[in-house]
């Protein structure tokens, strides 16, 4: 075990946020992947209902497309 100061909190934990990567690589679903990003973005809305998400994307274009459809799926876009 490392001396750091850094721990990842549990998720039942006590934390600031909770991160996710936004889906991209359409060979991670293989002939499935159309509906991921809104899979994700109900994620995201259930999420909202409680707490901050911090949201990785690749580029501003991407992170557009993600603020888009998690409007669309209800989510509190003021928490991303």
């Given at each position: ?7 990842m ?21 293989p ?29 501003e ?14 989510a509190d876009?003021?928490?991303?």
């Amino acid at each position: 075990m490392s001396d750091s100061q850094f721990t990842m909190p549990a998720e039942w934990e006590r934390h600031e946020a909770t991160w996710l990567a936004w889906p991209y690589n359409k060979e991670d679903w293989p002939g499935k992947f159309h509906p991921i990003p809104w899979v994700y973005a109900e994620i995201i809305r259930n999420l909202t209902q409680h707490e901050r998400v911090r949201l990785l994307v690749r580029n501003e274009k991407e992170e557009q497309l993600a603020r888009d459809i998690c409007k669309r799926a209800g989510a509190d876009i003021k928490k991303l």
